[in-house]
């Protein structure tokens, strides 16, 4: 019972809030004649007896962009880039050798930016200049104070490796 009372209060209370705004939603405008006629905001007035008004002759219609086919790696970097998401870490490799490592701070169609860690400031990078993109940081190098940005296989192949070290001179050792 509690909750169709509920239902029924809240409807009312949008068919209200709609009434209220009937007004301004059926506002007229008065014409030459006297007549009234909804309003149109795309609609231009042109004064009686004007016949060459902009709005009775068709309007030359838009040429459209056709988009322009971009490479395969730059619709795979901005599908990535796009994937980590705004206000994620990011580490970018740039085509000149650069690599920058920050968080996504804008998303644009053919660049965004990126608020580096190290450097302490948003950096503008078009799609067209990255090589690839990697969520993450990467590693601080203790010795140099540089990121490093190893591939993700590095490690597990160090651990095997370390692993295997370790159990193979066991077998051994058994007997």
Known sequence: MYIRS???LLITTSFVMLLLQAPAICR???????QAEPANPNRRN?????TEGSDLTPEPATP?????????QTEQVKRTVRRIGLASKITVFLKNGDDLHGAV???????????EVDQHQLITIEYKDVKKVRS??????????RRTSQPH???PVITIGLLGML??????LRD
Do not use: E, H, R, S
């Open 6 to 8: 509920c239902l029924a």
């Open 28 to 34: 007229t405008l008065p014409l030459q004649n006297g």
């Open 46 to 50: 042109i004064p009686a007896g004007d």
């Open 64 to 72: 459209k962009q056709t988009p322009t086919q971009a490479d395969p």
């Open 105 to 115: 701070a804008a998303l644009d169609q053919d660049k965004f930016q990126v608020a």
């Open 136 to 145: 993450g940081y990467g590693g601080l190098n203790l010795f140099t104070g």
């Open 153 to 155: 296989w590095v490690v």
């Open 167 to 172: 159990i193979v001179p066991l077998f051994f």
